[in-house]
């Protein structure tokens, strides 16, 4: 909430903005860094689609 209450200053205009956030663990060692990067992806989308301005995190 303090993100979405912050506002920028800019050519005498307030700039609102909100942040989606998509975590995702490092559960096994084995896992690919590129793996990590996807379902953190995944969970970025999901925190989109369920209204933005959040932080879901990825499970499978």
Do not use: P, Q
């Not at 800019?10 to 663990?25: D, E, F, H, P, Q």
């Not at 990067?37 to 879901?56: F, Q, S, T, V």
């Amino acid at each position: 909430r303090s993100i979405e209450n912050t506002f920028i200053e800019a050519n005498n205009s307030k700039i609102l903005y909100t942040v989606s956030i998509g975590l995702a663990c490092l559960l096994d060692k084995n896992i690919a860094s590129k793996m990590l990067l996807k379902n953190a992806d995944a969970a970025l989308y999901k925190a989109k689609e369920n209204g933005r301005n959040r932080i879901e995190i990825f499970t499978t």
